[in-house]
């Protein structure tokens, strides 16, 4: 088992915050961040994103950042589903892919919950921070698809990481291949070290 699964594991198993039982459906949206939110300030370590995602988002990513997105999160979860639990809406079908999305449409949003009073949005963000979201957005989403690229040329590598055994030596060599290719077009030092410290798919410790 690897030792970062190993160790999340251990704490969502005996982490109790927000596990329920729910009253309703807004409540276990709610619960949801609740429960990320405990965690991270409990467990919440600063974190750099892989590469090739490194070089979008530069830098260590602080646990305030991510539990003051989950605080706006938490302003706007009454809102995101209706009140009566047979409204088409409640299905699992309703995706709102981000916050600024969310904002946007908001009184469409609160319409559609049955809110037939004005509720002002709970969060605001400004138009520079709409602009930068959208440029970041759109380069993630490209490092992404070459993300899942490499997977498919690494036997279809999953999230865990995990590689079957008849494959294995085959995997690697097409792994080593791929990390030297980008060593190798590294513009300068700092690049080359993006790439070595960071590559998505690393050798991870085993514990018992």
Known sequence: MR??????????????????????????????????????????????NDFPHNNIVKGEVSPETYMDLLEKYLSTSPYILPEGRGNPLNKPTLHHPDLNQLVAHWDHLAAEAGKSEKIKCPVQFDADDVEEFYRIEENWFKAT????????????????????????EKVVEINRQLKKEWLDEAEDEEDGI??????PFQDHELVD
């Open 194 to 199: 993006s790439v070595e410290r960071y590559w």
């Open 145 to 168: 698809i070459l993300l899942e690229y490499w997977r498919s040329l690494l036997d279809d590598l999953g999230q865990d990481r995990w590689v079957r055994n008849e494959s294995y």
């Open 3 to 48: 030792t970062d699964f190993a160790l999340g594991l251990r704490r969502i198993t005996c982490f109790d915050a927000g596990r329920g039982p729910w009253r309703d459906q807004r409540e276990y949206v709610c619960s949801i961040g609740i429960r990320e939110l405990e965690w991270t300030r409990q467990f919440g370590k600063p974190q750099v």
